[in-house]
């Protein structure tokens, strides 16, 4: 073969092979890279110990023996120190919560006494606030003596509308140390099942992560009135007007509204931002006919036909303001002249006494009957004046249902105070900020935990820097929200688990997380082999030839 002929030869096997380890070491990775999916880092490990959620809370509890209830060798044996009282209750094998009262025991101080011994506890429970701070969550028990003047003779406990309640000693002279704080404690764990969490509400709130079933119905009675826990909460108040030619109705909602619910939404708006609009419907009508009571001559609503009135009207409900948030309806119907006047009897066919009912996360509705006895004087529609007190009343006890302020169940012998001008009790607010950071927090662990195990199913998915850092945050904050639980930090463990549900939906509800915008491995390999295969024949022909020829030439030699 000519030199000529042998150089050309090997300069083609020679470029082949460049050709091909080009291919190979450059090409293929850099093919590779530029069409994988890209994955930022995430905390799968720390997610995975999410799952198992175990809620470590406490309570912090003073204890405040005033003048006269110890004697001096009761209150040299027992002030002042702390104990501790813990227990637990595990749901399954992944949820479950223990909880401690850490209970300071002391003696009043000085002004601390003065307050209590006088002979008004109102004034008492005005004064006191402003002499000790209490944080969200803790409760002051002030034990004052037996012939107390300061309380009532027949009452045992006064629980005020702060953060306070007053226990009429059970201790007597012949009591030891012993005795003294058993007796004190089985009043203390009393009045804190009033005035702090219970078990039935943490279990509600972690309701989310135990199977339906797994509890009695009785416990999660009060948490299926109350709407989820949420960042923001729309109010609608609706008059329904199903008669205009025979009532002109007037009602004054702004003002009402201002007067009454405003101030109430103004506690809470901390925990929630609230919107309120308003609205009248006409010729909206019930979607149940009412019966005729002959003895009575009015109409009535049975308590089995209630659930059937709120889907007609439903569908004639609207916001004016389009969000995400819950909607919370509060009906104000003024019956037609043809069914009038028109009342809600209950299972023993008694008249309820407020002519209202609520439902479950939804709402309520109040029948406002009006006076008919000036409709045959004129031809006109009779004008009709709302009584915005006596409805506002009726609504503001169903907005604090929904929003899961629920009526607490005082010890024997109690008084519990009415929150009067402040609308809400301080303590009241904390019962509500326990559930509420209890119910983030399971959801914030189910949501990342849902997140971790989609993104870890379907590779395809890209997960951006923001993504990532959204779960980085929701993460810590879970983490930061148990921790200030188990130090008896409320106020900052419900934000930390408000910032945790925001991060966590925000990472799952992300737009880019949709595995149906990307090509799976299967489909990018369809699209890239007719490019690739046209390129790759001659390369491993010229491979397969040059393999020959090397063998052949091993042969030879």
């Known amino acids: 073969m000519a030199p000529a002929a042998t ?3 090997s300069r083609g096997k020679y470029c082949a092979s460049c050709i091909t380890v080009v291919v190979i070491l450059v090409g293929l990775p850099l093919w590779w890279r530029t069409t994988e999916t890209y994955r930022a880092s995430l905390p799968y490990a720390q997610i995975s110990e999410l799952d198992f959620l175990l809620l470590d809370i406490s309570v912090l509890v003073e204890v405040v023996f005033a003048r006269g209830t110890l004697t001096a060798e ?5 002030l002042p120190q702390t104990q501790f009282s813990q227990k637990e209750n595990r749901l399954n094998d992944k949820t479950g919560f223990k909880y401690r009262y850490e209970k300071t025991y002391r003696a009043a101080t000085g002004i601390e006494q003065d307050a209590i ?6 004034e008492a429970v005005v004064t006191l606030p402003r002499v000790y701070e209490s944080s969200a969550g803790s409760v002051v028990i002030y034990v004052v003596p037996a012939d107390t003047q300061l309380l009532p003779q027949e009452v045992t406990v006064y629980i005020g509308k702060h953060r306070a309640a007053f226990l009429r000693s059970p201790v007597t002279r012949s009591h030891s140390a012993e005795d003294v704080l058993r007796d004190v404690d089985d009043s203390i764990e009393e009045i804190l099942q009033a005035m702090s969490f219970t078990d039935d509400m943490v279990v509600a709130a972690l309701s989310s992560r135990v199977p339906s079933g797994t509890f009695g119905t009785d416990t999660f009675t009060g948490s299926m009135t109350a709407f989820k826990s949420s960042l923001g909460y729309e109010i609608t108040f609706s008059l329904l007007n199903p008669d205009p030619k025979s009532h002109d109705v007037c009602w004054d909602i702004e003002r009402a509204v201002n007067n009454y619910v405003q101030p109430f939404l103004d506690k809470l708006s901390f925990i929630a931002n609230f919107s309120v609009d308003s609205q009248i419907l006409y010729y909206a009508v019930l979607g149940v006919t009412p019966r005729f009571d002959k003895t009575s001559s009015s109409f009535s609503l049975n308590e089995d ?3 059937h009135v709120i889907n007609p009207v439903e569908a004639k409900l609207g916001s004016s303001v389009a969000s995400s948030y819950p909607v919370l309806n509060f009906l104000l119907y003024v019956p037609e002249y043809s069914h009038s006047p028109l009342y809600i009897r209950d299972s023993n066919g008694s008249p309820v006494e407020t002519n209202a009912f609520h439902s479950s996360r939804w709402g309520g509705i109040m029948i406002y009957n009006v006076d008919h006895e000036r409709l045959n004087e004129t031809l006109h529609p009779i004008s009709v004046k709302v009584d915005m007190a006596r409805v506002m009343e009726v609504f503001l006890a169903q907005l604090r249902l929904l929003l899961g302020i629920q009526k607490v169940q005082p010890p024997p012998e109690s008084i519990v105070q009415s929150p009067g001008n402040m609308i809400v009790t301080d303590w009241e607010i904390d019962r509500l900020l326990w559930v509420r950071t209890v119910e983030n927090i399971a959801t914030a662990t189910n949501t990342l935990t849902s997140l971790a195990q989609l993104l870890d199913e379907i590779g395809n998915i890209v997960i ?16 930061r929200s148990l921790q200030e639980l188990e130090t008896g930090r409320l106020l900052p463990a419900f934000q930390a688990s408000q910032e945790a549900i925001t ?15 990307y090509f799976p491995d299967d489909q990018k390999f369809a699209i890239y082999i007719p490019l690739f295969l046209p390129m790759c024949v001659p390369i491993v022909l010229s491979l397969l030839k040059t393999g020959k020829e090397f063998k052949w030439r091993r042969k030879v030699d």
């Open 503 to 517: 991060s966590s939906e925000r990472a799952f509800f992300d737009p880019s997380l949709l595995h149906l915008l």
């Open 74 to 78: 009761q209150q040299k044996k027992l």
């Open 305 to 307: 036909s209630l659930p």
């Open 117 to 122: 011994m006088g002979e008004n506890v109102e």
């Open 7 to 9: 150089e050309e030869k």
């Open 464 to 479: 951006n820097d923001n993504i990532a850092s959204e779960v980085y945050s929701a993460v810590a904050s879970v983490q």
